[in-house]
């Protein structure tokens, strides 16, 4: 019988073992596809003027320390038209110990400089033995741009959008010598004026956008209804990845007002689930070929089980459980070369090759998130990859994200790693 | 490369694939832990007579063939207080084709008779090879017993929970030589009357109850709340197995109202995986060594995932996402000993041994619903166990299942096969 523990932190930490400094500094630069910025207090403002009615702007002030609490703590405060959205030290806790991360507000001067300021950001890549991070929003902007979905001033709204773009490709992603990847934000309630974004975007670099892992729970159309195919077109058309992050359908579960956190973060991946359920039923990899989509911080685990249960529950005749018209094929055929995870500490991913395939998984260091793994991203890179051939290995960490974002400087020094498969 | 095809429904079906004749002759009776009756007629009416405003019954009448359909078809409909409830095929479809099984509205008379006839029942299971049945209620009573929850008379509600507990104990469990065993209700609605049905059943050859997989859904209090301690001491002082079917928590999640059903079926797992969260989380295999809970119809391949990802996010020090105060070791410390999974066709379980343990698996049969095996439940357990060894294969098909609910027929046949671990 073997033992009921599963994973023992404290192992982990033990002097001698897991990777050695030698493995450490001879691992090529990984590619992490899931890292989040702070987005500048100025951001918008600069552009727009700082008219606090209307356009997004930060306020430093002190606010209750948490729902409920009588103490106050200073922090700085997105406001924008009703919202008012505190900086949280969960959002932003790079550097910080665990025992300091909470769901605190705090100033961005608390925070490491790197959130928000990009040399800074490619200093710490470089502590960390990151080569290219793919980089996303965070808790104001949040994970498909929701907070302008949700505006009243829809045209304003447009516009910020369009900033926020201009800034991540041309002050983060151009002069990055591809080291930072842009994951665009696009007006979800309008898909003519989100494919046109796309295309503005891909026209000058743009290769990902964030969108919705359930956009009906954003009160918009379906996967089902035909509405988004103007944006998937445009994405198959320009190579761009739809990357949807956990948290881009605004919900999460859990079970009970007084249940711990954990559940619902342990159990983020559910979403995810439903999404993957969606995409491989609703045929967008049927009419458009070239798509690809990515999962972002969702790791793989879960996905083997989902897809064999889908796989049995489908029918090639007529079944009251399954899309109609039916899939030709099981839903399984639509996931290669169309379908990737993003895993951060997930080893069983590595069981479970035969399913997803040795080229759909990426890893991410979600720099500067609790579940971030920076300074240490080598080390768990290589704990995660401990199992598998050195080629496997490098397609999970490095070649895969390079191929999904077309990152050509690490494309050209490295032809397809052979696995021998 | 391997192929992106999981699974093949069509090569499943080929002459001479799987296990042959004579291997599905040899094979030991089954022990299955899930299986449903569907409640009789005058089940209630019998007892308590037929007062139309009060007591459950059956009307047949015709009634839609669907949500805004104007066909009508004749129908078996429960009634009781304000509720109306029809037979709907795929709640009782065992021996229908494939393409009969939809959400149609019938009458108990199409239904095959075992759904319904204790003797009718045990023919079934041995025409499928199947020596032991753990059986559950159907979609008028539901899989905790919500219908009485939802009673607005609680004290004839607590008579019907009494009622339809003495008719599966002593019309089903009794007379039936331990080959069907009851998984009872109990009144939800108040902790003591439920822990005093518990200890009730248990005198007279109870060993299963059914409970909510997270409580808080149906408005009652949390796993975290501590009302429901009566309940599980009254559960592991009886060796009574706290059993959770799909479905117990009356949610199901899925993407958009025009979604396909197979999004919400696929994704049932996504309820008992937070079940399994509050489980570990809530500290109740702790203070009740001896408690033992089954996920019934929730299969096994998602747990692994999910308990490395519970694992990594456990600390032993302070954590803003953990329980309070702190497990004082890593959830997967409580898997073993106390967690069941009930699989009905989830290859992915078997690569995961490591992590949940062969002697915590169990087979289920799922007679009479549509992901039901009947009357090919001998071949699709060997498939599911084609490549183990044999005494592993024991276990998972008859072992494990006849130790958790003390099946004392199977157990003195067989003592613990001998895995070599």
Redesign the interface.
Known sequence: ??S???????ATATEGSGPSEDELRQLPGLVSVDDHIVEPPDLWTSHLGNDPEKVPHVVRKQVPRGAGSDELVWADVWVYEDVEVPLIR?FQSVGMA??E???VPLTLDECRKGVVDRDARLADMDIDGIEVEVLFPNNFVRFCGQVFLEAKDKKLALECVKIYNDYLLEEWQAPSGERLIASTIVPLWDVELAAAEVRRNAARGGRAVCFSE?P??LGLP????GYWEPLFQACAETDTVVNMHIGSSSTQ???????????R???H??NS???L??WL?CGAFIRYPDLKIAFSEA?A??I?????????????????????PPLP??P??Y??DHVYACVF????ML?????L???QICFEADYPH?DGSWPNSRRRALELTATVERPVRDKFLRYNAAKLYRIERVLKELSEPTTG?
């Open positions: 019988m073997t009921a523990t599963v994973h023992d932190r404290s969960a665990a025992d991360v909470d769901l359930i009906a729970r379906s996967m089902y209804s579960h859990t079970t009970s007002p007084d249940a711990p956190p954990g559940v973060i342990a159990n991946f559910s689930a439903f999404s359920t969606d039923y790791q685990g879960w083997p089980f989902l897809v064999h249960r889908l796989d049995n529950l489908w029918s090639p005749g007529r079944d009251y459980r399954n899309p109609d094929n099981p399984s055929h996931l290669r500490d997930d080893v069983d069981k479970h090759i035969d399913v395939g040795e080229d609790p498969r």
